[in-house]
């Protein structure tokens, strides 16, 4: 990754237990903080509902926006409509020489609770790249021909 700024920071040492809502939003300049991201544009809009409790607390991020990026058949730009949620858990303390969470499916971060605040910018770019489908091509039209870009398709059905 190049330099990328801290976007998405949530604050620890004055956040008070029990529920908080922020509400964050993305484009373009956010994803071309990152190195050889396959996202071209996008705007996403995000929600991070958290509940901090006294050694640990709960982010649930829940995104929404459309990306841009270039389709697999025809290398042409496809806007890709994403939405989705996630669940962090973030711990205070050190982590544990061997994961104990490894079997659960639950994303956990480990901070020291005299941190000032934690930044969330890698993990809300990485679930927003999980957000992406694994294929991403442009669909057919109503006569189900491809919206793919024409000339590109020449060259992949005659070969």
């Known amino acids: 990754m190049s330099e990328v700024r801290n976007y998405i920071r949530l604050p620890l040492r004055n956040l008070e237990k029990g529920k908080h809502t922020f509400d964050v939003s993305v484009d373009t300049d956010f994803f071309s903080d990152f190195r050889n991201s396959e996202i071209i544009e996008g705007s996403v809009e995000i929600s991070l509902e958290v509940e901090k409790f ?31 949620e996630y669940l962090l858990s973030v711990r205070f303390g050190e982590a544990p020489k061997e994961p104990e969470d490894a079997n659960t499916g639950e994303d956990v971060m480990y901070v020291n609770a005299e941190d000032d ?5 890698v993990y809300i770019y990485e679930s927003i790249c999980l957000a992406l489908p694994i294929q991403r091509v442009h669909g057919d039209d109503d006569n189900g021909n491809s919206l793919c870009n024409p000339e590109m398709l020449k060259y992949i059905i005659n070969n």
């Open 54 to 84: 006294s050694y640990f607390m709960n982010v649930v991020l829940s995104l929404s926006g459309t990306l841009t990026v270039a389709c697999d058949r025809c290398l042409e730009d496809i806007d890709i409509p994403v939405e989705d």
């Open 117 to 121: 605040e934690i930044d969330l910018t």
